[in-house]
């Protein structure tokens, strides 16, 4: 961006920002979503998550500034409380990990594609999956962001072979019933949450579930209460929500 303000060419720099937008919303933010939030337990990881994005966001306001003066004021006053992000000095780039970008352009290159697999076989993503298959991966990729793979696609496992060629995944989806009940116990969770919305319930207010076929697994019952922050679940015979 600084490059291309620098040669007056402003639309290689709003594209830019873009760009940039996208990937910070549609990938930080929204994989961010479980680490924030009052489901979220207390931790480095949530202060981390939450410094970060004032980190990124205060910077964004000020390279905002000059093609939406109003609301980039508005975005930096509101983080800030500064008088001005008109008065702040231009940022400088810091040190970029290249590592880092490479191996995580190859995660999301297959998380796209294990997407498309689920699409092809009519599969949601609040369906968990026992594998996902990886090969001719051009890269080592660590626990990290296997673990992120792992969320992201909803799977259990993931297996991956290196070698050169093009990239292909491939999906367990034969579903067990322990899959299946894991599935629909996060397909509960959506509706739940719906009821929560309708209600007007705040985002930390504790509620009693009552519906049918809740979960039976104690595990996946305790995961109900913590995602939807229920204090009891009891049988209905149609699914509500009560204030505690």
């Known amino acids: 961006m600084t490059k291309s303000l620098d040669n007056f060419n402003s639309f290689t720099a709003a594209q830019k920002i873009e760009e940039f937008v996208e990937d910070l919303s549609t990938w930080y933010v929204r994989r961010s979503r479980d680490r924030v939030g009052p489901t979220a337990a207390e931790g480095k990881d949530k202060k ?23 609301l980039s004021e508005y975005i930096y006053k509101n983080l800030t409380s500064k ?18 970008l490479e191996e995580m352009a190859l995660v999301r290159k297959i998380c796209e594609l294990g997407h498309s697999e689920r699409k092809k076989a009519g599969l949601k993503v609040r369906q968990p999956l026992r594998e996902l298959r990886i090969t ?9 962001l296997i673990k992120l793979i792992k969320e992201e ?26 899959l299946k009940e894991e599935g629909e116990t996060r397909e509960l969770i959506r509706k739940i949450q719906d009821l929560r919305k309708k209600a007007g319930c705040r985002l930390d207010e504790k509620i009693i579930i009552e519906g049918p076929n809740l ?3 104690l595990k996946l019952q305790k995961y109900l209460r913590k995602e939807t922050l229920a204090e009891k679940l009891q049988s209905g015979k149609e699914l509500k929500i009560f204030p505690v």
């Open 136 to 144: 001719n991966c051009g890269l080592r990729i660590n626990k990290k």
């Open 48 to 70: 981390a998550c939450y410094q970060t994005l004032w980190h990124v966001l205060v910077n964004l306001s000020k390279i905002l500034a000059p093609f939406i003066p109003f």
């Open 83 to 100: 008088k001005s992000v008109h008065l702040e000095s231009w940022p400088k780039a810091g040190r970029i990990e290249e590592k880092l």
């Open 153 to 178: 696609l909803n799977v259990k496992e993931v297996v991956l072979k290196l070698g050169k060629g093009e990239l292909k995944v491939k999906l367990d989806t034969e579903i067990t019933p322990e």
């Open 215 to 217: 979960p039976i697994d």
